[in-house]
């Protein structure tokens, strides 16, 4: 329940939650992963605190962030920006994901996401240990590292480093009682829920499975997406034009509160016989379409596909087309 509103709090205020809050900051509040990242030290080149409830952290564009558990550097040079996902925190995935592949004659980055979450085995392991910390034992709320496990990692004696590079079925092996990973997580008691014995190393939690944190940062990579896109609109959202109608129409892409600008757009008709593609106009956020339906009636859709400034990500909204003697007026 303190979780929960704390995290109400945090959502509605965004103010103190990051840990250097204060009604004076006006550095901008960005989110880690998108049910976050709870615990986590974080520093930009103006700003430094503690990773709210919500994940959230403070920054000025064009900052770069290094994320800290205790002492343990996590990841270092990540652009600043408002949602951070699992890959962000390996800032060299960024050119291979802003090129994508081309899936239907589309640019998408979704097929690079899925191959990097597999392959990349620091990443994969990095989560593996911060989901392990959770307090609720549960990804699927996100990560909250409650403070007296922050306190007990702080005072934990790192004698050899973390190797967060192994092999995923290396990292966590339990049955290797030495390897610093498992002695980490071992030494820290969570007293509650099945963790009943503090006393003994060997009864605390173990490193989570590769398959959780995969699961997790697709889950994770997934939502983003699909928030940023909820976010986007067209108007109009469809279009009715005249059998005869031979003019030019265009449809403009929208975000609520106009929050974010359009980098690139593409286009496709999925019936080429009823409409046609004009022109594509991102600076004005714009695609201009035609009919060349030689029926009096027909149907068809356009896919919009937008990339937005300072992001990699490809979100697809779809426009349909009706072709009608008598069009309905929107």
């Known amino acids: 329940m303190k979780r929960f509103i ?10 103190g939650c990051g840990g250097d809050g204060g009604s004076g900051n006006d550095a901008q509040v960005g989110y880690l992963t998108f049910h976050g990242i709870r615990g986590l030290s974080y520093e930009t080149q103006s700003q430094s605190g503690i990773t709210g409830p919500l994940g959230e952290f403070r920054y000025y564009p064009g900052e770069t962030l290094t994320f800290r558990l205790g002492s343990i550097i996590l990841a270092k040079d990540v652009p600043a920006k408002e949602r951070l996902s699992p890959l962000d925190l390996e800032p060299a995935h960024e050119a291979e994901l802003r090129h994508g592949v081309m899936v239907d004659g589309l640019s998408t ?7 990097l979450v597999l392959s990349d085995h620091y990443l994969i392991n990095v989560y593996r240990l911060l989901l392990s910390l959770d307090a609720d034992d549960n ?5 909250f590292i409650r403070d007296e496990i922050l306190d007990e990692i702080a005072a934990y004696p790192i004698e050899e480093p973390i190797n967060f590079h192994k092999v995923p079925s290396d990292f966590g092996n339990r049955e290797i009682i030495t390897a610093p990973e498992n002695l980490f997580v071992w030494a820290l008691c969570f007293r509650i829920h099945s963790d009943r014995n503090c006393t003994n190393p060997y009864a605390g939690r173990n490193i989570k499975q590769e398959g959780t944190a995969t699961s997790y940062m697709q889950a994770q990579l997934d939502i983003i997406s699909d928030a940023m896109s909820a976010n986007l609109y067209l108007s109009p959202y469809a279009f009715e034009i005249g059998s005869n109608d031979r003019s030019l129409h265009t449809v403009t892409i929208r975000s609520h509160n106009n929050k974010w600008r359009v980098a690139e757009i593409e286009a496709i008709s999925h019936d080429d016989s009823v409409v046609a593609i004009h022109s594509i106009d991102p600076a004005n956020q714009q695609v201009t379409f035609y009919n060349v339906s030689t029926e009096a009636e027909a149907e068809t859709k356009l896919t919009i596909n937008i990339r937005l400034e300072g ?5 697809q909204k779809p426009l349909s087309v009706r072709i009608h003697p008598n069009p309905i007026k929107r």
């Open 109 to 115: 980055h979704k097929p690079v996401e899925s191959e």
């Open 139 to 143: 990804e699927k709320t996100g990560v």
């Open 6 to 15: 704390s995290m109400i709090m945090c959502a509605s205020l965004l103010t």
């Open 311 to 315: 992001d990699y990500r490809w979100l």
